[in-house]
């Protein structure tokens, strides 16, 4: 079946460093892969998603690059901030109209 | 514009009561989900909905029932409260289920006693 593996937790960064939460998946067919963020307190929301190999999603100065050769969808930000303190989670879809299936979260914590 | 709306957002029960969590949504989505968040678990569907009058079974099922009572509204009903199911719930929904995006509401805390 259908599998997301990320990298455990939790990452602590100080203000400003290079974030990468690495994210690999199982798939049978040609999923889209997504990436959600949870702030404390709060339902997640979307960050970030891609549709096809190679595809490039980015929103807020995260991306993840679609790599369909080595099945990943490592998330990235060049710097990050103490608001981007969260949980992160990666997850897809199988294109057979299959729900969502999550990876078990990565929480970062960024301090100043 | 509300999005996705659950209530109650805390509830204690007493093992073996009953209850129901409601959800709606006002964006016209079709499908609906429920999911639950244990720590070091991630996200674990409960059941969905894929459109109105539909409902399918998640990964863990066991102990619950829904109802998708209209196109807004999906129900998740605890009919003997186990502490097994003392976690955060939420629900969840999408235009077509496939690859659009999912939003979800702020989630319920459930403790069971």
């Known amino acids: 079946g259908n599998s997301v593996t990320q990298m455990e937790g939790p990452v602590t960064l100080s203000e400003e460093a290079f974030l990468t939460i690495n994210c690999t998946y199982t798939?049978?067919?040609?999923?889209?892969l997504f990436w959600y963020v949870q702030y404390p307190g709060e339902g997640l929301q979307l960050l970030l998603k891609a549709t096809k190999a190679d595809d490039k999603g980015s929103n807020k100065g995260f991306e993840a690059t679609y790599r369909k050769e080595t099945t990943s969808f490592h998330l990235e930000k060049g710097s990050v901030q103490v608001s981007d303190s969260a949980v992160y989670f990666c997850?897809?879809?199988?294109?057979?109209?299959?729900?969502?299936?999550f990876g078990k979260g990565t929480r970062l914590s960024v301090i100043a | 514009n509300a999005g996705v709306t659950q209530t109650p957002k805390f509830q204690v029960l007493k093992t073996g009561q009953s209850m129901t969590l409601q959800c709606a949504q006002d964006m016209n989505h079709n499908s609906m989900y429920w999911y639950r968040q244990d720590p070091g678990m991630g996200l674990r569907l409960i059941y969905y909905?894929?459109?109105?009058?539909?409902?399918d079974k998640g990964e863990v099922p066991n102990g619950y029932n829904v109802s998708r009572l209209n196109k807004r509204e999906f129900s998740l009903r605890l009919e003997s409260a186990a502490p097994s199911q003392t976690s955060v719930y939420f629900c969840?929904?999408?235009?077509?289920?496939?690859?659009?995006?999912?939003?979800f509401g702020p989630g319920t805390r459930l403790t069971v006693l």
């Open positions: 909905s894929a459109s109105e009058g539909t409902t």
């Open positions: 969840a929904s999408s235009y077509r289920g496939e690859t659009d995006t999912q939003y």
């Open positions: 997850a897809l879809s199988d294109s057979r109209n299959t729900p969502l299936v």
């Open positions: 798939a049978t067919g040609y999923p889209s």
